[in-house]
């Protein structure tokens, strides 16, 4: 424990305000506000001694070992006065930032800047309670080097990435576009789902559906499986890439056929050929990760990482979960005591499990918490306790994370799945049914399930008691066609999970990622799903055509089991520096992009096949600097905001390019002024234009109303759209205009502000 006055330094305001309450007042606790210092964001921030290195741009000294060049951002001034100020009133400093890689970079920056001449100390702790506080200043440890050093060559790769790739985007696709190590990488996987989509060829195939009674009038549906012993396919049988059945002896049914089968069984007798009852047993999902618990509150609330995060940072900082950056699925030993108390209250002996559950994390590095994420202290608070003390999203986090930890310490759910066969007319029909013998787990928390109890009862599907040769009376039969879909978009929790499992980037980055994608109009959302915009599928051609291994997913996953290597000391950051800038057996980033500026095509890498026009001429897409457009020999469109790349089909391109030519002939002209009045559709969708320009500098354009159709446009509705806005009277009080106005929502009327 400190002796004399000790300055405690955490990185927010909300760490600090919690820390304060447990320690008493020879303890000074002040917060660093987050990173202290970084690398300049541009030559303009560089210090004057080096801006003329023809490294200066990149702030980092690739000729001298990579040396990072650091600064003080100007925001961060005011905080470090006030932290050396105090620094000069302690007997010892304790460094309590976060203890992952970020923590202790924040840390060591602290120390290099505060140059402090009394004792310091780093205090790691999992979470903000009394006991924990304690227990780190009993045992405080030194600054992990081998920890900043992985943050710092972190730092450095992606700033190296960042700033040399980037440039050669905005010269060759458009500016404003950025690169980066695994922001491009999410993009591709993005894209690549997209690809999968547009190349889709739906199958469409029928089958039959019978209701079935036992003799007690007991009902159950079944379906056809096959006929004749011929199978029937479902949708896995048919060929993503062409429609087609793969396996040609399955028994592949249209309408009519599917009708006369019908009839033909119709009237036969039914038995029961087959009962398979089989037990089975579920395990309970381990605690909460970063990664798991951003995917279940994106399925569950429909928070963003983004948000989830936010929440469980401000769940951290006021003491009520343990630190929620973390890869481990590990319990302390507390927690797990305080978890089979809890179970054994709440729901009885027969709920707990012989022995306590242990979970093996499979993220080999050791350098992120070492603890799931789990609600913080030696109770467990329940959820109801803390109802008036969160807000409305944080109750819900802290409930799910509560109920998953309690649940990830139950017995197994236990219950038996039945299949029964039927047979009617050559036909056989099957249906499968499951019983819930004892729910274990499941009484606590069913994933992707805000009601247990409710979930139970819709999960269970109970079936006749039936045996081999039983009759069955068919009630009804009836055809059923199906359509095979194409595979589904990414959500934010479907994209998490396909980083993790390559091994893509840290858990704890994926949120600022997808941030970025969507700011940078990589990417844009509908219904939850990541849609990728074309200007995503022109970077992804440059990159995979020219800068193959900056997306190749193996690549970019070894590049994070080296960083990973830094981290436990096993590997020397300079010599993994220098293999990705200069090359070490194969051309690093200097030699990959030293030819690429005059070597790659704008126009190649911005266009992109959408098909085979009717007179044997490629219809492309092609990214132009004011947006996407299709072009098919002479004719050009504007393709409209919000339109996936796969609604593009080859009919909904040539309707775009029959309209956009329809638009080069005019309405009539405006009796006003003479000129010619259009109708035109662009990427902001359809709208009326009042002159060319040839004539004018910039023709007047008026949207079209909500609702309206280029079609039902003619001169006398275009003029009344050009007219707005207009006034339509005074205001009797202020005597301001009135006007009528048209605006991206729709009419309104605007007097004043």
């Given at each position: ?684 969708g359809p709208y009326v234009q009042r002159g060319t320009a040839e004539d004018d500098e910039t023709p007047q354009n008026a949207s079209l109303l909500k609702g309206m159709s280029p079609e039902e446009v003619d001169l006398e509705t275009a003029l009344r759209l050009l007219a ?30």
């Open positions: 424990m400190a002796k004399g006055k000790s300055l405690v330094i955490v990185e927010s305001p909300a760490k600090a305000r919690t820390i304060s309450k447990f320690l008493g007042n020879d303890y000074t606790i002040e917060a660093s506000i987050g990173h202290v210092r970084d690398l300049p964001k541009g030559t303009k921030e560089v210090p004057e001694k080096y801006k003329k290195e023809p490294w200066a741009h990149l702030g980092v000294n690739v000729d001298s070992n990579f040396e990072p060049i650091y600064i003080v951002p100007s925001d961060k001034s005011k905080q470090m006065k006030k932290l050396k100020d105090l620094l000069k009133e302690a007997d010892q400093l304790y460094l309590a930032t976060d203890e992952d890689r970020e923590g202790e970079a924040i840390s060591w920056h602290l120390f290099e800047l505060l140059r402090p001449k009394v004792p310091v100390y780093r205090l790691v702790f999992h979470e903000i309670t009394q006991p924990a506080i304690l227990e780190a200043l009993e045992h405080p440890r030194q600054i992990d080097i081998s920890l900043v050093k992985a943050q710092e060559t972190r730092r450095i790769i992606d700033r190296l990435y960042g700033y040399e790739v980037s440039p050669l985007l905005w010269r060759k696709v458009r500016p404003k576009l950025s690169a980066g190590r695994v922001q491009s990488v999410a993009v591709r996987l993005i894209v690549e789902r997209e690809r999968e989509r547009m190349a889709f060829h739906s199958a469409t195939y029928w089958d039959l559906i019978g209701l079935f009674a036992t003799e007690k009038d007991e009902r159950f549906e079944a379906e056809l499986v096959s006929v004749d012993g011929r199978k029937v396919p479902s949708g896995k049988d048919f060929d993503p890439a062409t429609g087609r059945i793969k396996d040609e002896s399955l028994l592949l049914l249209n309408e009519t056929e599917a009708q006369n089968l019908l009839q033909r069984i119709r009237s036969g007798d039914a038995k029961v050929v087959n009962v398979e009852d089989k037990p089975y047993t579920n395990r309970p999902y381990p605690p909460f990760t970063t990664s798991t618990l951003q995917q279940e509150a994106n399925r569950k609330f429909g928070f963003t990482a983004r948000t989830t995060m936010r929440i469980a940072q401000s769940l951290y900082e006021n003491g009520y979960i343990t630190y929620m950056r973390t890869d481990s699925t590990n319990l302390s030993s507390i927690a797990v005591t305080a978890a089979r108390s809890l179970i054994n209250n709440l729901y009885g002996p027969n709920y707990l499990p012989e022995k306590p559950r242990l979970y093996q994390t499979k993220v080999k590095n050791a350098q992120e918490a070492h603890e799931a994420i789990r609600p913080a202290g030696q109770n467990l608070e329940k959820p109801e306790f803390l109802q008036g003390k969160l807000t409305s999203d944080e109750f819900k986090l802290y409930d799910m994370i509560w109920k998953r930890t309690i649940a990830s310490q139950m017995e197994n759910s236990r219950g038996h799945r039945v299949t029964i066969s039927v047979e009617v007319g050559g036909a056989i029909f099957q249906v499968t049914g499951k019983t819930i013998d004892f729910p274990g787990f499941l009484r606590a928390y069913v994933e992707g399930s805000d009601d247990p109890q409710a979930d139970l009862a819709d999960r269970e599907t109970v079936l006749p008691s039936l045996t081999v040769g039983d009759p069955l009376s068919c009630v009804n039969l009836e055809s059923k066609s199906h359509t095979t879909q194409p595979p589904n978009r990414y959500s934010e929790a479907a994209l998490t999970r396909m980083l993790e499992e390559k091994g893509i980037g840290r858990p704890s980055t994926y949120a600022s990622i997808i941030e970025t994608i969507l700011t940078r109009n990589y990417v844009f959302k509908r219904k939850g799903a990541l849609i990728p915009t074309w200007v995503a599928f022109a970077v992804c051609q440059l990159l995979e055509m020219h800068l193959t291994d900056l997306v190749d997913y193996a690549f970019t996953a070894q590049l994070e089991d080296e960083l990973d290597a830094i981290s436990r000391g096993e590997m020397e950051h300079v010599d993994y520096l220098r293999a990705f800038y200069f090359g070490n057996g194969h051309d690093g980033l200097k030699q990959q992009l030293e030819s690429k500026v005059d070597e790659i095509d704008a126009r190649d890498v911005s266009q992109i096949k959408l098909a085979e026009g009717p007179d044997g001429n490629d219809i492309l897409v092609r990214v132009g600097r004011f947006g996407p457009y299709i072009e098919h020999n002479e004719r050009r469109a504007s393709i409209p905001d919000g339109l996936a790349p796969d609604e593009l089909s080859i009919e909904k391109a040539l309707e775009l390019l029959d309209k956009a030519e329809k638009g080069e002939e005019p309405l009539g002209v405006c009796p006003d002024t003479g000129k010619p009045i259009f109708v035109k559709v662009g990427r902001f707005l806005p207009r006034v339509v009277g005074v205001h009797p009080e202020t005597d301001e205009p009135i006007e009528a106005c048209n605006g991206r929502y729709g009419p309104y009327i605007k007097c004043g502000a």
